[in-house]
Structures are given as C-alpha cells and as structure tokens.
C-alpha cells in the first residue's frame, strides 16, 4: 500500500482530514540517525478543533456491527502491509526487525479482539424483586461510552500500544484523540491511514503530534475530553492524574520486574527465558526483566547460564535479519544506564558480562552482588540490565520481591505448587507468571499493576470497561 519512503512526511489527522502545519519536527533513525520523517507541531487551536470534532462525531450512529467491520478491516490491512509497517518500527524504535514483525501481527491480533469485543458489550440483571416492597420491579444495567477518549502512547511499543488503546475505546463507541510519543509517531500515523481507507466514520479518530510536554497540558487542560488513557513514567501519569480531576484515567506507568528461579527450575529453560526477556527491546519494555532471585541451591549454575546467553546476543542494525538487539531510543538514555551500572559497580556490584556504552548501543549486562537498595534494582532501569542475586527460602524471596514501589508483573519458575499458591496469594502484583518471566504477555489478557505501576486494565475486554459507564436501569410494572 505505502511507496517505500525514505522520508515520510505526515500533516495532524484532525475531523478526517490531514492538516499541514508550519511548524514540523524531525524523526530520526536511531541506529543511523537519519531523518525518516517530518510530524507536524499541534497548537491549542488543533486540540480544540479535534476534541470539538471527536465531540461531535459522537452524535452520529455509529453501531457495534459497523465498530467490529472498521477494526478488523484495519487488521487485515495491517497483515497485509506487515513488512512496511515493521521497517517503520525497526527504524524509529531502534526495534530489531524480527521483533518488529511480531509486533505487527500482535497490533492486527489486538484490533481483532477488539472487533470481536465490540459486539459483546453487555450488561446484567440485578434481582431487585429480592427487596422488600420491590416485588414488581426489574432491573438491569446497560454499558454506555464514556465519550471522548485522549489517549497518550509511549515510544517502546509505538504500534500494539496504540492498538490497545485505540481498539478498545472504538470497540465501546467513543471517539479518541491520540498523541503517539514524538520519538516514534511514524507506526501510528501509517496506522491512521489504514483506518482511514477502513471507513472510519470522520472524527471517531484524531491524531496529534508533537512533544509530550507541549500537547500534554493542552489535552489535559480542555475540559470536552472525558477520559484519558497514558502508559508511560510515573511522573508524567501522576501529573495527568492530577490535572485531570474527577474524570477518568487509566494508567500503566512501568516496573522493576522480578524473577524468582526455585531450586526445582528447570535451569536450562529459565536461564535463556531470562535473557530473552532482559534484554528484548534493548530492556525497554515495562515488563522486562530487571531483578532475577536463584536459589542458593542453583545460582552458580544459572549464572553461568544467564551470561553466556547475554554475552551471545548479537547487537547491530535492527534492520539486519541476524540482530537481536538494536540501540537505545537516544544516546542519554543510554549514558543514564551507564551511569547507573557504574553507580552500582561503586556499591560493591560485580558486572558478570556487558557493562559496556558504545554511543546509542549499551551492551546486555549482568550484574551480580547487588542489594536491594541500589538503584538498578530500586528504580526502573528501562535498558538491558538485569541484577541477579541468591535466596534461601520462600518468605524471604517474596518479601524481597514486594519490597518495591512497583508492581506490575512478576515471574516464578517452580513445581512446587505450594510454593506457587503462597507467591500467588503474597506477591503483590498485578499479574503473577509460573514457569516464565515477568515479560509474559498476550493481547487478550488484563493487563495492568498495582502501587506506582498503575491503575486500571489494558486488553481489549477489560480496556472496554474502564472506557464505558455503567448504567441501572430500574422498571416497575
């Protein structure tokens, strides 16, 4: 469908039209740095004619058959333009183009789900009649969209994420503004046109480019927008909860995950999962794996096992069907991982393999030695740094792993299903993983965390929820 571009050249997306502006901002290639596109800048003036528009479109018919047609016709466009879609994340993100593909096909797989969602919407029965003096009343709720939806979509996974939140508010029959992250906008805005070319009724979808700390407060600020759904830090999440008052906000702001290896693990297994989920994406994903606890029993020979397998991944041009890891979003994130690990080196850490900057690219890192206060293991390090450690028994291990201000997901490798019932029950998460990493995800499944990681559910069934009001309706005969 898309010439193949070395440049693109995309206008804002406002009531079905795409709008120049003067005012254009660069997007670059983060293994080149090239310039691969040009996003217009959103004014006030651009927020305001696209909630107005995403406001009014909400007067229009627009049915759960037409929503589910509309999304899975972009599914299939999206399947259909696979590879132009990956180069474009491989390219913005610094994503390798394996991992881009996967992307694409789990964005097409959301907005199916959604499609199928968007005719289950139902509401329940409640037994009134069961009240005294209420023997000739009915009840049952309806659910209804919550309106205009902004939503505000980070740089790591600049295509799914936008699905699962797109999707789902379209799915309940909300309109949505949309603000990519203005690192990796590109993804988005090709997917624009694919529901463009789908027959999405004009200003059901808006999209508005620029810098987060520019367009943000003009979303934020206007008070036609009924909801707002944001992954990103837990600074930028708390300032739009704040901002937003009374209306509703749906949050999923990162982690610190951990792992737990038991000492019945399978070794093997557990070693290469943990690489794997360390360091995909160049460790920027909200689930990567960040704190590994092994048993006393197995951590020499997990150890060993985690930094081979970290030392062999291949880093190059994400473009290159042999790389595994591509570079950092921007050469300060990576000098702040650097400076992380060397923080914690001065702590007493030992760095097992990697530790290494070269410009944009940090190499996969182990560390070992580590305490619980340090700030790899504290904070989020977002990068491909993974801080492994030994423990003796259970208690002490799930004490360790709730012992953050985050929690999203966490994983445990064991058979011992005591064990698994008691993490179950005592780890604070808000998705617990047996048998794998805390970086399990599919795209039917909620989604979400507790404490700084976040409120409300990602997924398209539970996504719906959280976008839609429930309405009782009382009948008396």
């Not at 990602?458 to 429930?470: F, V, W």
């Amino acid at each position: 469908m898309f010439e193949a571009m070395t440049t693109y050249s995309f206008g804002l997306f406002i009531d079905g039209e795409w709008v120049e502006k003067d005012g254009r901002d660069p997007v670059f290639n983060k293994y080149s740095q090239d310039v691969v596109a040009e996003t217009a800048r959103t004014d006030k003036e651009d927020v305001d004619r696209a909630v107005e528009s995403a406001r009014a479109a909400l007067s229009n018919s627009f049915s759960p058959y037409e929503r589910y047609e509309v999304l899975l016709k972009v599914a299939h466009l999206l399947r259909d333009n696979e590879e132009e879609f990956a180069q474009a994340i491989a390219k913005e993100v610094g994503k390798p183009i394996t991992e881009s593909r996967g992307e694409v096909g789990r964005s097409a797989l959301t907005l199916e789900i959604s499609a199928e969602e968007a005719k289950r919407i139902h509401g329940e029965e409640i037994p009134v009649e069961a009240a005294p003096g209420s023997e000739n009343r009915r009840a049952f709720t309806r659910r209804y969209p919550v309106g205009v939806v902004a939503a505000i979509t980070p740089f790591n996974v600049p295509l799914n994420l936008v699905c699962h939140k797109i999707g789902p508010a379209l799915a309940a029959g909300n309109s949505v503004i949309l603000k990519p992250a203005e690192q990796t906008p590109v993804s988005a805005l090709l997917l624009t046109k694919l529901f463009e070319e789908a027959g999405l009724p004009k200003g059901r979808l808006n999209v508005l480019t620029g810098k987060g700390e520019e367009v943000g407060p003009l979303l934020t600020s206007n008070q036609d927008i009924n909801m707002f759904t944001f992954t990103g830090s837990p600074k930028v999440g708390g300032i739009i909860r704040e901002q937003a008052g009374l209306r509703n906000v749906a949050l999923e702001l990162g982690n610190n995950s951990a792992t737990i290896v038991h000492k019945d693990a399978d070794i093997e297994e557990s070693a290469s999962l943990v690489a794997q989920k360390s360091f995909n994406n160049a460790g920027q994903v909200c689930i990567s794996v960040q704190r590994v606890y092994v048993h006393e029993d197995i951590y020499d020979e997990f150890l060993t096992k985690a930094r081979e397998a970290a030392a062999g991944i291949r880093l190059g041009d994400p473009l290159q069907e042999a790389t595994q890891m591509g570079p950092m979003i921007a050469e300060e994130e990576a000098i702040r991982v650097e400076q992380w690990v060397k923080e914690a080196v001065a702590e007493g850490a030992n760095v097992e393999t990697g530790g290494v900057r070269d410009g944009v690219f940090y190499h996969p890192t182990v560390l070992t030695n580590v305490k619980d206060t340090m700030k790899v293991c504290r904070e989020e390090v977002f990068g491909p740094v993974v801080a492994v450690d030994s423990y003796r028994d259970e208690d002490e291990v799930i004490a360790r792993v709730n012992d953050s201000e985050y929690g999203l997901q966490a994983g445990l490798f064991t058979n011992d299903m005591s064990f698994v019932m008691k993490a179950m029950d005592e780890i604070h998460v808000g998705g617990l993983i047996v048998n794998d990493t805390s970086g399990y995800r599919v795209d039917h499944m909620p989604y979400g965390g507790v404490k700084k990681s976040g409120t409300g559910k990602e997924g398209p069934r539970y996504a719906i929820e959280e976008m839609t009001e429930e309405k009782i309706i009382v009948l008396n005969s």
